[in-house]
């Protein structure tokens, strides 16, 4: 079973609208959630992270945290095309924060 | 500053054949990642190191994958008879602290 856990697996905004996408992670020893953003061809590259509860927001983006129930949103509004790629959600847990546990990702489209 | 460097961009092996990926991390960089990314999923990690030591290898196919940082810098993956099967993208990242930086991965095709 997937440790991280992604919703959905695609999604389609209209150019100007807002994208929300899920993770939740299954494994109780994580203590941070990262988001990358992956175009196609390239490499992934690290988008936000948060450790703890609440909000936290840059730009357009916005990521959410309840560390109670390991569930973390990412929220993009004023969607662009250029924002069109694989969103991927990862955990670690607080003594080794690099060894990173992804989920299967979020193919984003936005469209014009 | 210059990024994590791999090399080759791509390999194309038939069933049975060995090939060998390299990694330049990022310098100063203490810890060192193999992950396998299949086409359209999230990468796995395969092996990390910290230094020249390794730290997790759990997940690393040990018959027939290998991987070494001899001097705590560079290090080399290996797949000896690969199969069809390992056919993924291959991303080596670094990290000194908490952001982990990827490389533009090896792209693998075994026919």
């Known amino acids: 079973q997937q440790k991280v856990q992604q919703s959905p697996e695609s999604l389609i905004v209209p150019e100007g609208g807002m994208a929300s996408l899920n993770c939740t992670s299954s494994?109780?020893?994580?203590?941070y959630f990262w988001w990358y953003r992956q175009h196609s061809g390239k490499s992934p590259k690290m988008l936000m992270?948060?450790?703890?509860?609440g909000e936290k927001e840059e730009g357009r983006f916005t990521v959410h945290l309840n560390k109670a129930s390991l569930h973390t949103s990412l929220h993009i509004r004023d969607s662009q095309p250029s924002d069109s790629a694989l969103y991927l959600c990862?955990?670690?847990?607080?003594?080794?924060?690099?060894?990173?546990?992804f989920g299967l990702g979020t193919t984003l489209q936005v469209q014009p | 500053e210059a990024g994590v460097t791999q090399s080759p961009r791509y390999a194309v092996l038939q069933e049975g054949q060995a090939v060998s990926f390299w990694c330049d991390p990022i310098?100063?960089?203490?810890?060192l990642y193999w992950y396998q990314q299949p086409r359209d999923q999230g990468p796995q990690l395969l092996v990390y190191?910290?230094?020249?030591?390794?730290?997790?290898n759990s997940q690393l196919p040990s018959d027939r994958f290998s991987a070494v940082r001899p001097k705590g810098t560079n290090s080399t993956l290996k797949i000896q008879s690969a199969k069809q099967g390992d056919t993924a993208t291959y991303l080596c990242?670094?990290?000194?602290?908490?952001?982990?930086?990827f490389g533009k991965g090896t792209r693998l095709t075994v026919v």
């Open positions: 990242a670094s990290s000194f602290g908490t952001e982990v930086f």
């Open positions: 494994d109780r020893n994580v203590d």
């Open positions: 992270s948060i450790f703890s509860n």
């Open positions: 990862a955990a670690s847990g607080a003594g080794n924060t690099g060894k990173l546990i």
């Open positions: 310098s100063g960089h203490d810890t």
């Open positions: 190191f910290r230094d020249e030591a390794v730290i997790d």
